[in-house]
């Protein structure tokens, strides 16, 4: 079956940085673009980005943009997410996801979801 889990979220200061990872099981990971999500508390879920499944389409939120960096290792099947200077506005519970596409893009469905794991940027 498809699983999705992440790891390297914590607890971080204003203007630090933090990698996610999401390890991939379960389908054939190359195939598939794959996406960040993620959700503040009391807020809804925002999508912060994507990226192709053969890596070289990325997509970001402006939110985010200049600031993170998604990547993908398809070989350890893998989906990272680099995230420098962050700001306690980037806290939140963050999401990988499966797109049932090759495409990234901003919109459209997920398929799949992680568990999710905390940022939490606080002095």
């Known amino acids: 079956q498809v699983q999705l889990v992440e790891s390297g979220g914590g607890l971080v200061q204003p203007g630090g940085s933090l990698r996610l990872s999401c390890a991939a099981s379960?389908?054939?990971?190359?195939?598939?673009?794959m996406s960040w999500v993620r959700q503040a508390p009391g807020k809804g879920l925002e999508w912060v980005s994507d990226?192709?499944?053969?890596?070289?389409?990325?997509y970001y939120a402006d939110s985010v943009k200049g600031r993170f960096t998604i990547s993908r290792d398809n070989a350890k099947n893998t989906v990272y997410l680099q995230m420098n200077s962050l700001k306690p506005e980037d806290t939140a519970v963050y999401y990988c996801?499966?797109?049932?596409?090759?495409?990234?893009?901003?919109?459209?469905?997920?398929?799949?979801w992680g568990q999710g794991t905390q940022v939490t940027v606080s002095s």
């Open positions: 379960g389908f054939t990971f190359s195939s598939y673009a």
């Open positions: 996801a499966k797109r049932p596409t090759k495409y990234g893009s901003s919109k459209g469905q997920y398929d799949y």
């Open positions: 990226i192709s499944a053969g890596g070289t389409g990325t």
